[in-house]
Structures are given as C-alpha cells and as structure tokens.
C-alpha cells in the first residue's frame, strides 16, 4: 500500500460487506493499514472472516454477520457495531454475486438467478446503507462505497442481469448521494475484471483475452480497488455521487 495513506484512517470505523471475498478481503486489510478498525462482513464464510478480522494490523477489528438480502440481521449487524464502536465511517458495500451466462442465452438467466442477482446486488446494497444510516449520521465525513462494475457502463460482463445490476447500482449511489447529503457522501468504485483468486482460476485464454481489451492490457488488482476506496475516502472529500472507474481504460477499446 501507498505509504501515504498509512494512519489515514486513524480513529474511523469501516465495514466491508463480502469481507472474506476476493476483493473484500484486500480491503479489509488495507483499510486496517490505513488505521481503521474494520468490520468483516460475512455471509457464508464465518471462519475465514474470523480468522481475517484476527490478523489485520491495528484493531480490535471484528467478524460480523452481514447477510444483505436480509433486512433484520442487517439490523443487528448495525447494532453490534454500535455496541463495539459506537460509530461507523465508512461502508463498503463490496457483497456481490454472479454467474456466467452468455448474454444470448435468454433461457439459462432464470427467474430465480436474476432473483438473486438483483436481491443481493442492488437491494442489499442500499438495505445495508438503510441498516447503518443512522450509525453513518453520527460523525461527519462518513462514506459509502458501492462496489460496482465497470459492466453497469458496458454492459459487457458475466451475463445480462449482472450487468443491469451494477448499472442500477450506479443509479443508487447517484440518488443516494442527492438523498444523504450532506452529511454522507456516497460513490461507486467501478472496476474492470479484478485478478482475484477466482479470477486466476478461469480458463487462461480467456483471461488473456480480457485483460487484452483493456488499453493498459492487463487486469486490475485487488489493491488498485483498495486505492481508489482509500481515495475516496481520505483524498476526495468534495466528490459524492460519482463513479470511479478502476477498468485500464477498458470502454476505450
Ligand atoms: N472480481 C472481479 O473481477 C470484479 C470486477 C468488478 C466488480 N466486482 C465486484 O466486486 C465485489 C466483490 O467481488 P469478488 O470478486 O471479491 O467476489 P467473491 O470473491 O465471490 O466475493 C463475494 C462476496 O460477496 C459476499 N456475498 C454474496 N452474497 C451475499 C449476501 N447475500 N450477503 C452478504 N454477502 C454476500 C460473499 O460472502 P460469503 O463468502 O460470506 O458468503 C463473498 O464474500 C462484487 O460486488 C463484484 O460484483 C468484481
């Protein structure tokens, strides 16, 4: 990480929803080495949440349950953290799903997958912001950051719905900015196709082929998405209801 950022967030309070994925996992430990104390959102992955919040510098960092089709434990989510920290600066609604399917394939992108897909997408995202507004409200400068996809602008990603998800994400950080502020500033971290482990684990071709397409050829990492949150955070307090590509410059090819 940046030197720069180091202490940043000293004394803030972050929850990342999807901590234990990929790219949550990157920002709960930059986040923590910014000074924050972080909150680990979990869904499924209690284990690796908890050994996560265990190991990051700083602290006392926590695991939570922060299932975000589900309204109720969002409530308690929020009043854990009250209880822990009696604050909370910073959301990062990182939860995500998808699945591949090839956008011609009407018939595979099912009702219950898009079900799923826009539950946890797009209305878990602002049930979280809902859950912890209250908290947000408490101290100035809070932040959400919607983690969104560069696919919401080129509709050009795993399949139709995931696409038309992040771009009605996107729409949801623009109102919820208006609605917020000014006293929460709300923006989406878009990044291109991210070099997680799953990622890796794709058919190399094909993630040649991506990474191809951007104009720097290559994919992002999860630290370059970590940096444009840190930024978000620490280094555009004027900026709310913005879209921040982190893509290579990917709709430029
Ligand atoms: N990877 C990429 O190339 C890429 C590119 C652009 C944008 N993104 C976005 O970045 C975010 C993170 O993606 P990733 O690559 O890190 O994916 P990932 O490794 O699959 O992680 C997804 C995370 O979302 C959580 N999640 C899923 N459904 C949930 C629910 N109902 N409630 C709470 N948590 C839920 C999972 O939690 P549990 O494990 O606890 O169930 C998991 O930690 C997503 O929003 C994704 O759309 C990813």
């Not at 699945?99 to 878990?124: C, M, Q, S, Y």
């Not at 560069?150 to 919820?176: E, F, H, P, Q, W």
Request: aromatic share 4%.
């Amino acid at each position: 990480m940046s030197w720069s950022y180091r202490g940043s967030l000293e004394g803030r309070v972050a929850l990342v929803t999807g901590g234990a994925g990929g790219i949550g996992a990157t920002l709960c430990r930059m986040l923590a080495e910014a000074g924050a104390r972080v909150i680990v959102g979990y869904r499924s992955s209690e284990r690796e949440a908890r050994e996560l919040a265990a190991k990051l510098p700083g602290g006392p960092h926590l695991a939570a349950r922060a299932p975000v089709t589900d309204s109720a434990a969002l409530g308690l989510c929020a009043a854990a953290v009250d209880e822990a920290y009696g604050r909370c600066d910073l959301l990062v609604n990182c939860a995500g799903t998808t699945k591949f399917v090839p956008h011609a394939d009407l018939d595979e992108l099912d009702d219950a997958l898009i079900d799923t897909i826009l539950t946890t997408n797009v209305r878990g995202a602002f049930a979280t912001v809902r859950a912890f507004r209250a908290l947000l409200m408490r101290n100035e400068g809070a932040l959400v950051v919607n983690i969104s996809s560069i696919a919401g602008r080129t509709a050009m990603g795993s399949n139709v719905m995931y696409c038309a998800s992040k771009a009605a994400l996107d729409s949801l950080t623009m109102s919820l900015a208006r609605a917020l502020a000014p006293h929460i500033r709300v923006v989406s971290v878009s990044p291109g196709l991210v070099d997680t482990a799953f990622v890796q684990g794709l058919d190399r071709r094909w993630r040649d082929e991506q990474a191809a397409r951007s104009a720097l050829g290559r994919l992002a990492t999860p630290e370059e998405v970590g940096l444009a949150v840190l930024s978000a955070a620490v280094g555009l307090p004027y900026s709310t209801g913005v879209i921040i590509p982190v893509d290579g410059g990917r709709p430029l090819n």
